[in-house]
């Protein structure tokens, strides 16, 4: 962009110098001489700025009604050009008809062709700031977006592990203590770490393994609950909190407690991040297959996907008579 306003600059002191130029033909005194020459290359850059400005303004009209309004404002501006040379500057010239006409047509053919560069050029300029400016405005609001979802990811897991903690506080339970603190690493994590967009899925990782201990300390006995992980770069990152709704569904509706199973494998290879959650199910929790996706927790993560990983993810749901599978596929780059 810089090189092109230094093109432009060019291109002007170059208009300046052949309208000068052209000029020692006619004026003999180099005052008379330069005061003409700026006084056109102005007039020249007044037209090409005013042509600009009603093209913006009418940015509706057709090609057609453009080249029309284009061509009599530089025909306005030519005979005003002309005017200008005859009243200060053309005593004397001894104008006849047929040299009037050479000068007008020469004027408006030189002033189409300058003036359509220059609106050419200011148009790319107004266009590009157009096009940046709705690619900020995209960002901002994709940005608000995430933050919202982030927001209703953390009193989602709170209330959650709260009402947990309380039933247990209710029995005077041992446990009370171990899960208080347990939360208390857990919310730091949520409300500071996360606060990044991105964080290094090493964090993600050693949440969800939080996570899963939050529970194990509030069970009775040992529950099923496996969490296997492959990752070939562990500071790769990845947007934070998000696979967290998949696995607190998995504890809500996988009977774990009761005998149930949890499955979490977590694998970053060659770019590629990939979560498969698979919990048990009965055959009283069956759902419609029509309403898979009509939970809390998957439709805030079907936003969040599509909000930061544009056509650059899968979500798989399936279920069988006694599971529940949840497959999510990102294609995902490390920031250099």
């Not at 230094?6 to 208009?15: A, V």
């Not at 005859?86 to 007008?104: D, H, P, S, V, W």
């Amino acid at each position: 962009m810089t090189s092109l306003r230094g093109l432009i600059i060019i291109y002007w002191l170059l208009i300046l110098t052949a309208a000068t130029y052209l000029r020692t033909a006619v004026y003999d005194d180099l005052n008379w001489l330069i005061i003409s020459s700026l006084t056109d290359v102005l007039l020249l850059f007044v037209q090409s700025f005013l042509l600009f400005k009603i093209i913006k303004i009418k940015a509706g009209f057709t090609f057609f009604k453009q080249g029309v309004v284009f061509v009599i404002i530089t025909l306005l501006f030519t005979f005003f050009r002309y005017w200008l040379e005859g009243l200060f500057f053309g005593f004397g010239l001894g104008f006849q008809n047929e040299i009037a006409i050479k000068f007008l047509f020469t004027k408006f053919m030189t002033s189409l062709i300058i003036s359509g560069v220059t609106v050419a050029y200011l148009i790319f300029l107004h266009l590009n700031q157009v096009k940046e400016q709705k690619h900020k405005t995209e960002l901002e609001k994709k940005q608000m977006e995430i933050e919202f979802l982030k927001s209703r990811v953390n009193p989602h897991f709170l209330f959650n592990s709260l009402g947990c903690i309380h039933s247990l506080a209710m029995i005077n339970s041992e446990k009370t203590p171990l899960l208080i603190e347990k939360l208390s690493d857990l919310m730091r994590y949520t409300f500071y770490d996360c606060q990044q967009p991105l964080v290094p899925i090493k964090k993600e990782i050693e949440f969800i393994k939080s996570f899963i201990d939050f529970h194990q300390i509030k069970a009775k006995e040992q529950l099923n609950v496996s969490f296997d992980f492959e990752i070939d770069n562990e500071t790769m990152e990845i947007e934070p909190l998000l696979f967290i709704s998949t696995i607190e569904n998995a504890y809500k509706h996988g009977n774990v407690f009761n005998g149930g199973f949890i499955q979490i494998s977590l694998c970053l290879k060659d770019e590629l991040l990939t979560l498969s959650c698979e919990n048990s199910r009965t055959s009283d929790t069956k759902i419609p297959q029509r309403n898979l996706q009509s939970g809390f927790g998957v439709k805030n993560l079907v936003q969040r996907l599509e909000t930061h990983y544009p056509n650059q993810h899968k979500l798989q749901l399936s279920k069988e008579d006694n599971s529940y599978l949840v497959t999510i596929e990102i294609s995902i780059h490390e920031k250099i």
